[in-house]
């Protein structure tokens, strides 16, 4: 139980263009899915926080147009990357919260983008 | 500001050679403490989560433990498939009102046959 779906694993775009990110919560609904960035050697960074059904909420620092987050239901978010620039390339992770419990996260497997 | 710091860095052992994996935290309020493994090029997979000092949780060869001030992750008899890296977690409450994680930046373990 608790399997985190992310598609695509990888992508590779020309700078300018736009990418998007699915991440879906396969065996149970969440009502909070979190995404993340991790670049090579290093932790994971919280980017924004993404409620079912609202607005996300974008951490310090993270820019809100470029990085749109869309959580249409209880088991799909997107994370859309806009006008991506190679200093965007990443390794972006999602995460779920089990409805009904307050602090488990399930991850996905992370999607590796690079942008030439 | 809410850290974490995990050491060491990177650790190399022999199969069949316990160790213990360190995570020690500075938070305002902790609601939580996680521990993940985390395979090249994979997203993290969830191991433990421990809530009060003096709680230990335990997995095949794998065992944590938390205090009012760091978490240790103990490894017995580790084998190879053991080798990944360990990530610490702590779960806190954030400035934009939601609970989240921050992480260290992980212990690299190797374990050798």
């Known amino acids: 139980g608790a399997v985190v779906s992310q598609h695509p694993s990888r992508v590779i775009c020309k700078s300018g263009t736009s990418v998007k990110i699915e991440c879906r919560s396969l065996?149970?609904?969440?009502?909070?899915m979190f995404w993340y960035r991790q670049f090579p050697k290093q932790s994971l960074m919280l980017m924004a926080t993404?409620?079912?059904?609202?607005?996300?909420?974008?951490e310090q620092g993270v820019e809100k147009d470029k990085f749109l987050i869309n959580h249409a239901s209880l088991t799909l978010s997107t994370l859309t990357v806009t006008s991506a620039h190679p200093e965007d390339s990443s390794f972006y992770i999602c995460?779920?919260?089990?409805?009904?419990?307050?602090?488990?996260?399930?991850f996905g497997p992370g999607t590796r983008l690079t942008v030439t | 500001e809410d850290q974490v710091t995990q050491s060491p860095e990177a650790l190399r052992l022999q199969e069949g050679e316990s160790s213990s994996l360190n995570c020690s935290y500075t938070?305002?309020?902790?609601?939580?403490l996680f521990w993940y493994r985390q395979d090249p090029g994979k997203g993290p997979e969830f191991l433990f989560t421990?809530?009060?000092a003096g709680e230990e949780k335990e997995k095949e060869r794998l065992k944590a433990t938390l205090t009012k001030k760091e978490s240790f992750l103990h490894i017995t008899a580790p084998k190879p498939e053991d080798s990944a890296t360990y990530l610490c977690?702590?779960?806190?409450?954030?400035?934009?009102?939601?609970?989240?994680?921050?992480f260290g930046t992980g212990t690299r373990l190797l374990v050798s046959p």
């Open positions: 995460s779920a919260r089990v409805w009904g419990t307050d602090y488990e996260q399930y």
């Open positions: 065996d149970f609904q969440a009502t909070t």
């Open positions: 993404s409620n079912e059904g609202s607005k996300a909420t974008y």
């Open positions: 938070v305002s309020g902790l609601r939580g």
């Open positions: 421990l809530y009060s």
């Open positions: 977690a702590v779960q806190v409450l954030g400035d934009t009102g939601f609970q989240k994680l921050v």
